[in-house]
Nanobody, 121 residues
Framework: QVQLVESGGGLVQAGGSLRLSCAAS????????MGWYRQAPGKQRELVAR???????NYADSVKGRFTISRDNAKNTVSLQMNSLKPEDTAVYYC???????????????WGQGTQVTVSS
């Protein structure tokens, strides 16, 4: 199995910055995509950004130009640098990995427990 541990959430004023980090561990053979999703109260979970092993990334329109995702393949970590934060960015942020576990027969989705990001106005 794969464990994802997030860190870096917190409370910040509008216009401020936060950096989220996520480390994957376990019997990992390979990780395809790693990414970040978020879920605000009363809303569905949505993709924020994800990055492929080769470095190609895609972002939600709402965060383009403000958030940057990066990845360290050797360490199985992914980070999300969030700048110019807005109150509407307030949500629980979840780390996600599309991984192949040793001994398995397919790629599977794994999720972290989530970290709260709160942006005050």
């Amino acid at each position: 199995q794969v464990q994802l541990v997030e860190s870096g959430g917190g409370l910040v004023q509008a216009g401020g910055s936060l950096r989220l980090s996520c480390a994957a561990s376990g019997s990992i053979f390979s990780i395809n995509y790693m990414g970040w999703y978020r879920q605000a109260p009363g809303k569905q979970r949505e993709l924020v950004a994800r990055i492929a092993g080769g470095g190609g990334a895609n972002y939600a329109d709402s965060v383009k130009g403000r958030f940057t995702i990066s990845r360290d393949n050797a360490k199985n970590t992914v980070s999300l640098q969030m700048n110019s934060l807005k109150p509407e960015d307030t949500a629980v942020y979840y780390c996600n990995a599309d991984a192949w576990v040793r001994g398995s027969i397919s790629w599977m989705d794994y999720w972290g427990q989530g970290t709260q990001v709160t942006v005050s106005s």
